[in-house]
């Protein structure tokens, strides 16, 4: 495994926001949605707020649900007003690929051509979104977020998520999958239906990672730990698959089963943990 973690270069044109020490006196809590047809097996593309929750859900219904809870602040209702009307998301649509792109002063409210007298304060507001999309249960899933919380679960397909700091919770079904979190914690199930998944690589820069793998699973995992922090494995029955290299707290070069698919975990300061899968989660 390539001893330096690919999150740490994860930086996004995210404009952070507004510093923590600034007041705004005036808030507010607004709610968009959209909803709209989707097959089976085309790509979700989402690319989050600089602030706030993505929360994927998998459905039996072949349409894409959007909720988008957006929470303002600004030092008057005037501004408010303002904001509000040009916050939110913007969707491209296709039958294979459909993207879901949040609109804020962060990206100039989607590049829109801003009047000349706009208040050039309100593009340093800050703004939270926090989202609750449901898509088709076989689709393919890109996820980019910011702070905030990120959770998948029910989806069938190829998951690709980065976050710059959250707490992640993510059912990997089928498919391959890849999870980058810079800050935070990860809890990452395989198998919660059946194992029919493909490679996984998930890494943790700062943080704890907890991987839940079902007992017949048949892969070659590789754990590591680049910097400071332990491996504590209660997976039965895992094999050196060289057996000149044993495992240490820091290093886990393992065969589960009779091996097969390549499973990839990494943490650069934290824990890593892995567990049997139990039911329920």
């Given at each position: 495994m390539n001893k330096t973690l690919t999150l740490i270069a994860l930086i996004f044109t995210f404009s952070i926001g507004a510093s923590p020490q600034t007041s705004y006196p005036?808030?507010?809590?607004?709610?968009?949605?959209?909803?709209f047809d989707f097959r089976p097996g085309g790509t979700v593309v989402i690319t989050g707020s600089p602030h706030g929750s993505i929360n994927v859900l998998g459905s039996t219904v072949?349409?894409?649900?959007?909720?988008?809870?957006?929470?303002?602040?600004?030092?008057?209702?005037a501004d408010l007003n303002t904001i509000a009307?040009?916050?939110g998301f913007a969707t491209d649509e296709s039958a294979a690929r459909t993207g879901i792109m949040s609109i804020g002063?962060?990206?100039?409210?989607?590049?829109?051509?801003?009047?000349?007298?706009?208040?050039?304060?309100l593009l340093k507001l800050l703004f939270t979104i926090n989202y609750t999309i449901r898509v088709p249960r076989y689709s393919d899933l890109e996820i980019d977020g910011g702070?905030?919380?990120?959770?998948?679960?029910?989806?069938?397909?190829?998951?690709?998520?980065?976050?710059?700091?959250?707490?992640?919770?993510?059912?990997?079904?089928?498919?391959?999958?890849s999870l980058t979190v810079g800050k935070g914690n990860a809890d990452v199930s395989f198998g919660v239906k059946g194992w029919r998944g493909r490679?996984?690589?998930?890494?943790?820069?700062?943080?704890?990672?907890?991987?839940?793998?079902?007992?017949?699973?048949?892969?070659e995992i590789d754990a590591i730990v680049l910097r400071s922090g332990s491996i504590e494995n209660e997976f039965p029955d895992l094999k050196p698959r060289d057996r000149k290299v044993a495992f240490t707290d820091r290093s886990i070069l393992a065969q589960a089963g009779v091996g097969?698919?390549?499973?990839?975990?990494?943490?650069?300061?934290?824990?890593?943990?892995?567990?049997?899968?139990?039911?329920?989660?």
């Open positions: 005036s808030e507010r809590t607004i709610t968009k949605t959209d909803k072949n349409e894409i649900e959007i909720t988008a809870e957006i929470k303002l602040l600004a030092a008057n209702e009307s040009m916050t002063n962060h990206n100039k409210f989607g590049l829109k051509k801003l009047p000349k007298n706009f208040p050039k304060g702070i905030g919380d990120l959770t998948i679960q029910g989806v069938e397909g190829s998951i690709r998520a980065n976050c710059i700091e959250c707490n992640a919770r993510v059912e990997v079904i089928g498919g391959t999958a490679s996984a690589n998930i890494q943790v820069a700062t943080g704890d990672l907890t991987v839940r793998l079902p007992t017949s699973l048949s892969a097969g698919v390549s499973l990839k975990f990494a943490v650069g300061d934290g824990k890593l943990r892995i567990e049997p899968l139990r039911s329920p989660l």
